[in-house]
């Protein structure tokens, strides 16, 4: 079967491994290189690494009428589209042949969008998965054809949770890929009235609001780590706050404290001890010791 993947975090790279070891992976499709850390020097994309690292070619169209003329030239059968970026339109979800599908990161139609770890992580929900979906015109709209499930953890960031999903997408699409060229799985429409939205994130949403309900704080933590990254202000300075949990406890909100049960904040509700933080300019670092490092009353965040 031919193939190819579309995709360019890290979170397709299971999908490239998989498709190079079982079929004829004529190409991985990535975002063009962009300017990454303090230097702004060109970076490839998480998926052009591994497809060099498997000797698959890369193509990097930066339109979609050049996406749409690459995937002509392909002669696919089947397309697999994870964490792409780029709208592929319907003259280019027809050319292969088994069409395009997609491995979405929640279980379908719950968190349509660009952030569905995210936005499940904020809403405090206790499962999510994979769905196995073939693609159309709209977002996230086409029919499932599979699905991977799985709980979230209590205490797991967006980041570890996102690593889960990729290798549980991956083991999906193995179970699948005779099945997928062969016609065979039953496509499930969509209950509409069940679709909610995963908006792409921005900055300002990871500000934390210690005025809010504890688990609503630590929810927040967990959901922009490590990107953006949960933040506040300390004396007049950005510092992010990776790793924290809920624990007994009254402080005002936003209010910080040391004590035998380690680094505190108070929220509306509780508290929240903190693991690890990092202050504007520094690395990132265990709370307890960065407060044991503060001259005076350590105050209080925002």
Not at 26 to 55: F, H
Not at 82 to 100: D, E, F, H, K
Not at 175 to 189: S, W
Not at 239 to 246: D, E, N, S, T, V
Request: overall charge neutral; hydrophobic content about 45%; charged content about 20%.
């Amino acid at each position: 079967m031919r193939t190819a993947l579309l995709g360019t975090p890290q979170e397709a790279v299971p999908a490239i491994d998989i498709l190079a070891g079982q079929t004829d992976l004529r190409a991985v499709i990535t975002r063009p290189d962009r300017p990454r850390g303090r230097s702004r020097s060109p970076a490839a994309p998480e998926a052009k690494v591994r497809a060099v690292e498997q000797g698959v070619p890369v193509c990097q169209p930066a339109t979609p009428a050049a996406l749409d003329e690459a995937v002509a030239a392909m002669d696919l059968d089947l397309a697999v589209v994870v964490s792409y970026g780029m709208v592929v339109g319907a003259a280019t979800l027809a050319r292969p042949r088994s069409g395009m599908v997609n491995l979405h990161f929640s279980l379908l139609p719950r968190w349509r969008g660009a952030a569905p770890i995210q936005r499940a992580i904020l809403a405090g929900d206790d499962v999510t998965g994979v769905s196995l979906m073939r693609m159309d015109t709209g977002l996230d709209t086409g029919p499932v054809l599979a699905v991977w499930r799985t709980s979230i953890g209590e205490d797991e960031a967006a980041g570890a949770l996102s690593e889960r999903l990729a290798l549980g997408g991956a083991e999906l699409l193995a179970t699948h890929l005779g099945a997928l060229e062969r016609g065979e799985l039953e496509p499930v429409a969509q209950e509409e009235s069940m679709v909610t939205w995963a908006p792409r994130l921005v900055v300002s949403e990871a500000r934390l609001d210690f005025h809010q309900p504890v688990e609503q704080v630590a929810r927040a933590v967990r959901a922009f780590c490590p990107r953006p990254g949960a933040h506040t202000t300390w004396r007049g300075k950005r510092i992010k706050i990776l790793l924290a949990r809920p624990v007994p406890g009254r402080l005002e909100p936003g209010c910080l404290a040391v004590d035998g049960n380690g680094a505190r904040v108070g929220t509306a509700t509780g508290c929240l001890a903190l693991g690890t933080v990092q202050p504007e300019g520094r690395k990132a670092m265990d709370a307890l010791a960065w407060l044991r490092g503060v001259k005076g009353d350590p105050g209080r965040f925002g």
